[in-house]
């Protein structure tokens, strides 16, 4: 289990999100949109951005080389 | 001889020196030794250096205790003829919500104030600052018993009143939050930190001109005793509120660099809490019709002029992070209220759903704003729609929050837009802070703060459950009795409108 402070574009409050290290990318901006649902809609795609930089949502955790604690955000709209 | 021959009595200014500069020449121990830096604090210097200390007041003993027993008569009174349950019960439910908020962070942070004081009043570097950071003392001995007395006629009617008294006791996520900043401010600092954090930052830029304005809201209210209640405290904070300039022009004088850093941080820190208890206060549980100014407004108006002209008159500057200030203006308080009422349950107090007209008065305050926040109201309100009146968990948050390793309150600053978080890498250890100021405070000291685990890390190390309803009950101390709701169980008259009507309003 990899903890992760997620931020979702929209959102009042950052949240802490238990991802795996198999989980996919879009797994875990789905987890975190899940979790702010009752203050922001699930609409439309997203990019998460980690390090600042976009990810493939195709990718996993491990891949994209998130370590515990890190921050991640997830951002509306395609990616570029 | 004291008296004069012909009338016996010196006048008051011929004898209050003797009284409150009391200053001798040590003989069988250092100076250093006596006031020893890690009590009195830096800049170290020479008592001759601090001879000229001097405050305003100049309050002599038995001036102290007249005063002190009228304004006790005062407040007696006032309790006698509204202070019971009755009284209360006929006040807007959304403003005795605010009063839990206020009632619970008082007291005991007030008891932590007379640590402080007393610090000052053996530490402090002269002896007029020393005989005022006594009168100070027994203020805030003062302080702590009034919200405790008048709260407490009102448990056997709502235990959440309770925490009037049991909130600093709890690891209750704001209790953690509001004891770091206590325990710091007014428990672990020297005299001079204390002198200028306290007396100057805190008191005389924030907490006294907050109980001018909730006072002058309580009126409006009509909660008489409130009203009466911060109004007393008031007029003892401005009196010792002056112990802070006269502390902070000795050591701009001998360390200018110093003296800005006590300001730059400790503003941050107090600014932090203030948009939380007043901040909800003033833009969203006093009634519409009861508000005066927005929360905005009123730090402009009493905090922002006072401040910057105080930074003037010291030759100090703005705060480095003062654009970041300003955003927080417009954003923070709104962040954090958002957040707090999807996650209402961790907290003792409840909260109100501001409705279409709030939203528009809250959209004409915070034009820049506001856009971003509306559609998070409107999309609670919805779900409260499609709810049952009263089913509070229907429309309630059940992820795990994450918090500043700094403040220790949630990780709301920045905007909506892009959360102003960020991590650290420090000691082999990771941190997240709320804010760049935030973060630079822990930098400038961080042996001082890395040992201390937030809420998240806690659970992490097995410390507190995971299970948010766990960690309410067993780790927060909350009860159904006592953990937030809704006010009105999402039972608005706006909202059994017509859905038609809400989306025109809104």
Redesign the interface.
């Known amino acids: 289990m990899i903890?992760l402070?997620g931020?979702l574009?929209?959102?009042?409050?950052?949240?802490?999100?238990l991802a795996q290290a198999d989980d996919s990318i879009a797994e875990v901006a789905r987890k975190l949109q899940t979790?702010?649902r009752?203050?922001?809609?699930i609409e439309g795609p997203v990019t998460v951005l980690y390090d600042g930089k976009p990810v493939d949502p195709l990718s996993t955790v491990a891949d994209a080389g998130m370590?515990?604690?890190?921050?991640f955000?997830v951002r509306r709209g395609p990616r570029a | 001889m004291l008296g004069s021959p012909r009338t016996g009595v010196l006048k008051r200014d011929d004898w209050l020196d003797l009284a409150r500069k009391l200053d001798w020449d040590l003989s069988y121990v250092s100076e250093k030794d006596a006031f020893p830096e890690i009590q009195s604090g830096r800049p170290w210097l020479p008592h001759a250096e601090w001879a000229g200390w001097d405050e305003p007041f100049r309050t002599s003993y038995p001036e102290y205790v007249a005063g002190q027993h009228a304004k006790e008569a005062s407040v007696a009174a006032v309790r006698e003829a509204v202070g019971r349950v009755e009284d209360y019960q006929r006040l807007p439910q959304g403003w005795l919500e605010g009063l839990k908020l206020h009632a619970a962070t008082l007291p005991l942070a007030e008891f932590a104030a007379v640590v402080g004081n007393l610090r000052a009043a053996r530490f402090g570097r002269d002896s007029a600052w020393r005989s005022a950071a006594l009168l100070g003392a027994l203020d805030e001995m003062r302080h702590a018993q009034i919200p405790l007395l008048l709260m407490h006629d009102l448990v056997r009617w709502d235990p959440q009143f309770d925490w009037t008294h049991k909130f600093f006791h709890t690891n209750n996520w704001v209790a953690i939050a509001a004891r770091h900043l206590a325990d710091e401010l007014l428990l672990a600092s020297d005299a001079i930190e204390f002198a200028i954090a306290t007396n100057f930052v805190f008191e005389t830029g924030f907490t006294n001109v907050q109980f001018v304005g909730m006072s002058a809201l309580a009126h409006g209210v009509g909660d008489k005793m409130f009203e009466k209640m911060v109004g007393s405290i008031q007029s003892d904070e401005a009196r010792h509120a002056q112990i802070g300039a006269p502390v902070l022009a000795t050591v701009v004088k001998h360390d200018r660099a110093y003296a800005q850093h006590l300001l730059d941080k400790w503003f941050w820190r107090s600014w932090l809490l203030f948009a939380v208890v007043t901040g909800f206060a003033m833009d969203y549980l006093t009634p519409l019709e009861h508000r005066t100014s927005s929360f905005k407004e009123f730090m402009h108006e009493w905090v922002l002029d006072q401040f910057l002209r105080s930074l003037d008159e010291f030759g100090l500057q703005r705060p480095w992070y003062w654009d970041i200030f300003l955003e927080g203006l417009d954003n923070y308080h709104?962040?954090?209220y958002?957040?707090a009422y999807?996650y209402r349950a961790s907290v003792w107090f409840n909260f109100v759903v501001p409705g279409p007209q709030e939203r528009a008065w809250l959209r004409e305050k915070y034009p820049a704003s506001w856009p971003?926040?509306d559609?998070?109201w409107q999309?609670?309100t919805d779900?409260w729609r499609a709810s049952d009146p009263g089913n509070d968990f229907a429309?309630?948050?059940?992820?795990?929050?994450?918090f500043c390793d700094l403040c220790q309150l949630?990780?709301?600053n920045g905007t909506?837009?892009a959360?102003a978080?960020?991590?650290l890498d420090h000691g082999g250890r990771?941190y997240?802070f709320c804010s760049r100021p935030c973060r630079w405070i822990f930098e400038q000291e961080p042996e001082r703060y890395a040992g201390h685990k937030d809420v998240?890390k806690r659970v992490?190390a097995g410390e507190a459950p995971a299970n948010l309803v766990a960690l309410v009950q067993r780790y927060f101390g909350l009860d159904y009795d006592t953990w937030g709701k809704d006010a009105f169980g999402g039972d608005y008259p706006w909202l059994a409108r017509s859905a038609r009507s809400d989306k025109r309003e809104a």
């Open positions: 903890p402070y931020f574009e929209g959102d009042t409050i950052g949240l802490l999100i979790a702010a009752l203050r922001v809609a370590q515990p604690l890190a921050r955000d | 709104h962040m954090v958002a957040s999807s971003d926040f559609p998070i999309r609670i779900r429309v309630h948050g059940t992820a795990i929050v994450s949630v990780l709301s909506p837009r959360n978080a960020s991590t990771r997240v998240v992490l």
